[in-house]
């Protein structure tokens, strides 16, 4: 298993939400307040290593989180390459009508 996938996996079972917790609502709520730090860290310049790891991971958990709500397919073990897992992912929701993009300037 790639490392990041190893990593975004044991996060993922680390911070298992219990099943009735999570609404699409609150996922997608999620979501984009991952993707607007993940967005502001990277027009700030932080690019601490760990903490660039830890944003990417919190962002790709909580897209796994909210397309599983939508039983949009994913797997962990294709974050070997996270960006183009991500960009699926983001193009999958798209289709079903969640253009993140859109939402972020909201």
Request: proline share 4%; charged share 25%.
């Given at each position: 298993?790639p490392m990041y996938s190893h990593f975004l996996t044991a996060a993922l079972d680390q911070k298992s939400p219990s099943a009735d917790a999570l609404t699409p609502g609150k996922a997608?709520?999620?979501?984009?307040?991952?993707?607007?730090?993940?967005?502001?860290?990277?027009?700030?310049?932080?690019?601490?290593?760990?903490?660039?790891?830890?944003?990417?991971?919190?962002?790709?958990?909580?897209?796994?989180?909210?397309?599983?709500?939508?039983?949009?397919?994913?797997?962990?073990?294709?974050?070997?390459?996270?960006?183009?897992?991500?960009?699926?992912?983001?193009?999958?929701?798209?289709?079903?009508?969640?253009?993140?993009?859109?939402?972020?300037?909201?």
């Amino acid at each position: 298993m790639p490392m990041y996938s190893h990593f975004l996996t044991a996060a993922l079972d680390q911070k298992s939400p219990s099943a009735d917790a999570l609404t699409p609502g609150k996922a997608l709520a999620n979501l984009l307040q991952r993707r607007s730090q993940l967005a502001n860290n990277r027009r700030d310049g932080s690019s601490r290593t760990r903490d660039a790891l830890a944003n990417e991971l919190e962002y790709d958990i909580a897209l796994i989180r909210f397309t599983q709500l939508l039983s949009i397919d994913g797997d962990v073990q294709l974050f070997d390459q996270p960006q183009a897992e991500r960009s699926r992912l983001e193009r999958a929701l798209a289709t079903r009508g969640v253009h993140l993009d859109d939402l972020d300037a909201g």
